[in-house]
């Protein structure tokens, strides 16, 4: 798996004074005809509590916490971007998806 922070996002944890991304992976359970099952990425930036339940790894001065759990894909590049909502910058996970997120 490769994992990189795309350049305005790395821009934005600096602004913010950001040394920490924590990416937990949640599969959540809607009702529609096309997707039974999502998969959602929630991101906080202090280091977790308990760090074993977590696997971490340096991207450009960047410590970046995965859920131990999990093994993401070779197959794909995984990139933290920064979004924008209503002017409202924040980050997103971009490369994931459900059948590729293995949990071990």
Known sequence: ????????????LKAKGYETVVIDLEIVKVSSC????MLTAN????????VSKYQSLT?????VYLP???N????RVVT???????????LKVEGLSQEKVYVV
Do not use: H, N, Q
């Open 68 to 70: 131990a759990r999990v």
């Open 43 to 50: 991101l906080t930036y202090r280091e977790p509590e308990d």
């Open 1 to 12: 798996m490769d994992f990189c922070i795309d350049p305005k996002a790395l821009d934005w």
């Open 59 to 63: 991207v450009d001065g960047i410590r």
């Open 80 to 90: 933290l971007k920064e979004k924008s909502t209503f002017g409202f910058k924040s």
């Open 72 to 75: 993401l894909p070779d197959d």
């Open 34 to 37: 096309a997707c039974s099952r």
